[in-house]
């Protein structure tokens, strides 16, 4: 149980375009996702947290225009990097918590590597 | 706000017990977890402590000390397949703060 997807796990665009990455709950019912961004030999950054049918929390720095969240159902959350440039290129990683607090082991999706050109 | 600290290196050999440990501050606590990341994969959840003490999983074990702040994940009958960067994270409030993770090498 408590499987979470990831899509694409891998893209590639031209700068300026806009990427779209999909996060899904497989086989549980996920109020909050998160989205991490980690940076090669670095650790994982806590970019937002989003829970379904109300705005995403964004984290000090990040800026919630260029990163749009929806989590429009209980098992879908996506990601769009809009505008995107070579310095978005990352490791994008999902998770998602059984409840809508943090009293829940958090489950990481595959993660989408970013790669801008 | 959070500060984690883990040691960034570690080699260990077959079959050996190598323990990691991780250091915490923090304004909050709700918990401390342990993941392994293999390179170029997400996270998988080891162990999750919240009080005091020992928490044993098959090969894998983890023990807390709230008071001094401190955890550390215990490995026994390494294999090479444990080869893979080991992150503490803390929960407080309202987030998940993660460490930047050990990379352990496990040798023949």
């Known amino acids: 149980g408590a499987v979470v997807s990831q899509h694409p796990s891998r893209v590639i665009c031209k700068s300026g375009t806009s990427v779209k990455i999909e996060c899904r709950s497989l086989?549980?019912?996920?109020?909050?996702m998160f989205w991490y961004r980690q940076f090669p030999k670095q650790s994982l950054m806590l970019m937002a947290t989003?829970?379904?049918?109300?705005?995403?929390?964004?984290e000090q720095g990040v800026e919630k225009d260029k990163f749009l969240i929806n989590h429009a159902s209980l098992t879908l959350s996506t990601l769009t990097v809009t505008s995107a440039h070579p310095e978005d290129s990352s490791f994008y990683i999902c998770?998602?918590?059984?409840?809508?607090?943090?009293?829940?082991?958090?489950?990481f999706g595959p993660g989408t590597r970013l790669t801008v050109l | 706000g959070q500060n984690i600290d883990q040691p960034t290196e570690m080699t260990a050999t077959e079959g050996a017990i190598v323990q990691i440990n991780c250091t915490y501050q923090?304004?909050?606590?709700?918990?401390l977890f342990w993941y392994q990341q293999h390179a170029g994969e997400a996270p998988t959840f080891l162990s999750y402590?919240?009080?005091?003490g020992l928490e044993e999983k098959g090969r894998f074990s983890s023990f807390l000390s709230r008071s001094k702040g401190y955890s550390y994940l215990l490995l026994k009958e390494l294999q090479m397949k444990d080869s893979a960067s080991y992150l503490c994270?803390?929960?407080?409030?309202?987030?998940?703060?993660f460490g930047t993770g050990t990379r352990l090498q496990v040798t023949l």
């Open positions: 998770s998602a918590t059984t409840s809508g607090s943090f009293t829940d082991t958090q489950y």
């Open positions: 086989d549980f019912q996920a109020t909050t």
């Open positions: 989003s829970n379904e049918g109300s705005k995403a929390t964004y």
């Open positions: 923090t304004s909050g606590f709700n918990g």
């Open positions: 402590n919240v009080l005091d």
């Open positions: 994270a803390v929960r407080d409030a309202s987030k998940l703060t």
